[in-house]
T-cell receptor
Framework: DTEVTQTPKHLVMGMTNKKSLKCEQH?????MYWYKQKAKKPPELMFV???????INESVPSRFSPECPNSSLLNLHLHALQPEDSALYLC??????????????FGPGTRLTVT | AQSVTQLDSQVPVFEEAPVELRCNYS??????LFWYVQYPNQGLQLLLK??????LVKGINGFEAEFNKSQTSFHLRKPSVHISDTAEYFC???????????FGTGTRLTIIP
């Protein structure tokens, strides 16, 4: 099973709201990722968790706050977002073998609209 | 740092014709190479990967790609396309097992009936 699940599928939020995106995988992967994708663009890396520790933060604004409660779950907490944050948010995971990471498996994404 | 170039932003192809989507990369160290496909309003799906070994790799949906180290290329091919192949295709590279993937800008493949 190579499935990464994401909830919700769609989210509309106002600029003063607080919401969370959730990602789950049960493949035993030890790296999990958040990406942001705008229309007709490639995914942009936001955060990487490796062995449940934040290993990469691509200078993402603090209104995005990631959390990795355990090796299977990844959350992205959203607060005081701007309309330009509207995008498809993708979660991914990858396997680690002897310290090397291989292909990433992506979830279906959460389509976020900030009003 | 590594980089990926997909020179063709759009490729229109007639149904049942062959197609090649081009990908070139730049890296001073060994890399892993990947092709992903994204259908409208969906996430990315792995088509195929090159980690080591045979330079010709076969993937899902009849696609294949050839790793050419001297030309730093990893072009994607399919001998006969179908309407269902209409999608965005992304080439990606990672430095030898690093967690981070670098994506190309994508190629939109449009199949003409």
């Amino acid at each position: 099973d190579t499935e990464v699940t994401q909830t919700p599928k769609h989210l509309v939020m106002g600029m003063t709201n607080k919401k969370s995106l959730k990602c789950e995988q049960h493949m035993g992967h030890r790296a999990m990722y958040w990406y942001k994708q705008k229309a007709k663009k490639p995914p942009e890396l936001m955060f990487v968790y490796s062995y449940e520790k934040l290993s990469i933060n691509e200078s993402v604004p603090s209104r995005f706050s990631p959390e990795c409660p355990n090796s299977s779950l990844l959350n992205l907490h959203l607060h005081a977002l701007q309309p330009e944050d509207s995008a498809l948010y993708l979660c991914a995971s990858s396997q680690d073998t002897s310290g090397r990471f291989y292909e990433q498996y992506f979830g279906p994404g959460t389509r976020l609209t900030v009003t | 740092a590594q980089s990926v170039t997909q020179l063709d932003s759009q490729v229109p192809v007639f149904e049942e014709a062959p197609v090649e989507l081009r990908c070139n990369y730049s890296s001073s160290v060994s890399v892993y190479l990947f092709w992903y496909v994204q259908y409208p309003n969906q996430g990315l799906q792995l088509l195929l990967k090159y980690l080591s070994g045979s330079t010709l790799v076969k993937g899902i949906n009849g696609f294949e790609a050839e790793f050419n180290k001297s030309q730093t290329s990893f072009h994607l091919r399919k001998p006969s396309v179908h309407i269902s192949d209409t999608a965005e295709y992304f080439c990606a590279v990672s430095i030898f097992g690093n967690e981070k993937l670098t994506f190309g800008t994508g190629t939109r493949l449009t199949i003409i009936p």
